[in-house]
């Protein structure tokens, strides 16, 4: 697709880029990790996805089912956590669970640490899953 990208200290217009620039590209995917480094980059996705239509509703619907398919968990892990709302959700749905967010992207634990900096229930650490070998 075509947009304006941002990459550390430059915006582009155009295509997403090659597999040859800097975006790595593994088995038709791009990872463009280090757009996930940028403090700004994160604000810039968090204030967006705010306006994606029927996202309550997707989220209201998913955790309907949730709550009645699922026995209460003592842990919940959300793995590429961002920001926490979606582990943040489910332990609204189950709240006498341990939840533990975990991202690659200290901009986005840094949001998700302080949402839930008085909650003792949520441990928030950093974890890169490529570093983990299970990302091809």
Aim: with cysteine; proline share 5%.
């Amino acid at each position: 697709f075509s947009r304006n990208l941002k990459f550390v200290g430059e915006t582009r217009t155009g295509r997403i880029p090659s597999p040859e620039s800097e975006a790595e590209y593994t088995e038709g995917v791009f990872v463009m990790a280090y757009v996930w480094q940028e403090s700004e980059q994160v604000n810039q996705f968090v204030g967006a996805r705010k306006h994606l239509p029927h996202m309550a509703d997707l989220f209201e619907h998913a955790l309907g089912y949730i709550r009645v398919m699922t026995p209460a968990p003592k842990r919940i892990v959300d793995i590429g956590c961002g920001t926490g709302v979606t582990g943040g959700a489910l332990l609204d749905v189950f709240p006498g669970a341990q939840l533990t967010l975990s991202d690659f992207s200290e901009p986005m634990l840094e949001q998700a640490r302080q949402r839930y900096a008085a909650d003792e229930r949520v441990e928030v650490v950093f974890g890169d899953l490529s570093e983990a070998g299970v990302m091809g």
